[in-house]
């Protein structure tokens, strides 16, 4: 239904205070009512041209996909279809869970015209959502009525891990200047295992680069060059307990876990590996190792809508399961959050895995602890807490002491540490030719 808008409450008022004085002059009485009616009427007609205003058309554009924690424009395009300009104020029904920018907005539409208006969100949670209706709050021709009209314009959207920083690892990488992220590559090219190609000998090659049968046949010195080895498989092994679902910032340590493992998928599969992924403690998903570009993009659609649970992860039985999926040797990147408690349960688990697999352990550590930890004691209590910080740090490096001694090859990193320590330790395997 219509409502009064602002300037007709504004008319009223003044209507309201023109009739004040009217019991001391009586011969404007007829000239106030006059003027009562002739407001009523411009009134009423204004609200019949508003009534008779069609619904403009819209349409709303947005990426069907979003990254998890990135700003993101949304575009409304609105079309006049009628020989009058129209007046409106717009809000759009975006999703739940996700932080806002530019809206609600007010615009003019020329007779025939059209016009756009962009805002900003920004999703602070992975998972399928949904766009409702457009809203319009519709002016009449004089601004005296308004009325409220939905166009209907449901859209769904994935909102998927972060994919934002695998454009930024390429374009440094395109410009050598992945140090930037403190990403390094401790193997020099031409030192690898796998044969790559015979090239002319240049000075600074190894004596041991030189392909002395070659160079005798060609009378020239000539060096096989070699890659890291190609064709292997990493398989990540993902944690989806209750611990996971710690914050240390806006994003939990399972979407961190998400975004790490997004970018070392695509620098394995650019080294022409085959990844695949597990996940226990929670919503069972298994994906296969595969090769080649559309291997990134399922690891998106399996994992952009899984969530951490309460559960307590079981990891024998996940690395039973595993075992009965996965029979060629891989790299297997188990990414959890270690503590002392753990140990019974996760060293038999490791022993079944590096029957056959070489295992990389990486446990998650609470940013807030190190925080803790630095913090000066100022008072008994401060001490006390502090005390109890420096405890549990010790119990968490004894317990990876221990895994360590039984062959383990275990990182404990913070969750913001993670991304650039899993790619500098699946470089450093490739070169040392561990797989």
């Known amino acids: 239904m219509p409502v009064p808008a602002r300037p007709l409450f504004l008319l009223l008022a003044i209507l309201w205070l023109l009739s004040l004085p009217l019991p001391w002059f009586t011969d404007l009485q007829s000239a106030w009512l006059w003027l009562a009616i002739g407001l009523l009427i411009f009134s009423l007609l204004d609200l019949l041209a508003l009534l008779l205003q069609k619904t403009p058309q819209g349409r709303r554009q947005v990426n069907s996909t979003l ?11 609105l079309t006049n279809r009628q020989n009058r ?14 932080q806002l920018q530019g809206l609600p907005q007010s615009q003019t539409i020329k007779a025939h015209g059209w016009s756009q208006i962009e805002y900003q969100i920004r999703p602070e949670e992975r998972g399928l959502f949904h766009f409702a209706a457009i809203e319009l709050r519709l002016l009449s021709p004089f601004g005296l009525w308004q009325q409220a009209r939905k166009i209907a314009a449901a859209q769904k959207v994935r909102v998927y891990p972060n ?53 005798s046949r060609l009378r020239r010195p000539i060096a096989r060059e070699s890659q890291d080895e190609r064709d292997q498989e990493i398989v990540f092994l993902i944690d989806c307990g209750r611990r996971m ?5 806006e994003l939990s340590h ?30 069972p998903r298994l994906l296969k190792p595969a090769k080649g570009p559309a291997t990134q993009q399922r690891m998106l659609n399996a994992l952009y809508d899984l969530q951490p649970t309460n559960y307590v992860p079981d990891y024998t039985q996940a690395a039973t399961h595993f075992l009965a999926h996965q029979n060629k040797r891989s790299l297997i990147i188990l990414i959890s959050n270690v503590r002392d408690e753990d140990n019974s349960d996760l060293l038999p688990a490791i022993r079944l895995l590096q029957r056959k697999h070489l295992l990389l352990l990486i446990s998650l550590r609470e940013e807030a602890l190190d925080q803790a930890a630095r913090q000066p004691a100022k ?5 006390l807490q502090l005390a109890a910080v420096h405890g549990y740090l010790a119990q968490r490096k004894q317990a990876i002491r221990q895994l360590q001694v039984m062959g383990a090859d275990c990182l404990d990193v913070s969750p913001s540490q993670l ?5 500098n330790r699946y470089h450093e395997i490739k070169s040392a030719g561990q797989l």
């Open 67 to 77: 990254p998890l924690g990135q700003w993101t424009t949304v575009s409304v395009r």
């Open 163 to 215: 994919f934002a920083a695998v454009a930024h690892y390429i374009l440094l990488a395109s410009d050598n200047r992945l140090s930037q992220l403190g990403i390094r590559k401790s193997q020099r090219r031409g030192s690898g295992l796998d044969f790559h190609q015979m090239r002319d000998y240049r000075e600074g090659d190894s004596l041991r680069q030189i392909d002395w049968k070659a160079s």
């Open 85 to 98: 300009r129209q007046h409106y104020r717009i809000f759009d029904h975006y999703p739940s869970r996700m």
């Open 254 to 283: 399972f979407d961190h876990t998400l975004n790490a493992i997004l970018l070392l998928s695509y620098v394995a599969l650019r080294q022409g590996d085959a990844v695949g992924m597990q996940t226990f403690a929670g919503e």
């Open 245 to 249: 679902r710690a914050r240390d910032d």
């Open 419 to 423: 991304t650039v320590s899993l790619i």
């Open 379 to 383: 008072h008994f209590h401060q001490a």
